[in-house]
């Protein structure tokens, strides 16, 4: 089984950019699906974007697309989520997880492999 860490979240202005990684250890990290999820204080975790083994395909939360990029560097073991335009609204722990497939992460919303400890993003109006 993977382990995942999460990393570069922080404060930022509303209209301003971070950039998460998510560092994977253990088992070949080409193997798998990994995605991101967030959770925000008193709400219900929520899907935000996956992407296959390879990169080659993603899928996104409506509420982010056009704005984050998910990617990934399989000779580094890291995903990442470049996130732009950043909205008070997407303040939350943001989550990176792993998957079998980024279709079923993109319908079903939610990861059944391995799970970071989060990074917090907050965005200020």
């Known amino acids: 089984q993977e382990q995942l860490v999460e990393s570069g979240g922080g404060l930022v202005q509303a209209g301003g950019s971070l950039r998460l990684s998510c560092a994977a250890s253990?088992?070949?990290?080409?193997?798998?699906?990994m995605g991101w999820f967030r959770q925000a204080p008193g709400k219900e975790r929520e899907f935000v974007a996956a992407?296959?083994?390879?990169?080659?395909?993603?899928a996104y939360a409506d509420s982010v697309k056009g704005r984050f990029t998910i990617s990934r560097d399989n000779a580094k073991n890291t995903m990442y989520l470049q996130m732009n335009s950043l909205k008070p609204e997407d303040t939350a722990v943001y989550y990176c997880?792993?998957?079998?497939?980024?279709?079923?992460?993109?319908?079903?919303?939610?990861?059944?492999?391995?799970w970071g400890q989060g990074t917090q993003v907050t965005v200020s109006s």
């Open positions: 997880a792993s998957d079998p497939s980024a279709q079923r992460m993109g319908v079903q919303h939610r990861a059944s492999g391995s």
């Open positions: 992407i296959n083994w390879s990169g080659s395909s993603t």
């Open positions: 253990g088992r070949t990290f080409s193997s798998y699906a």
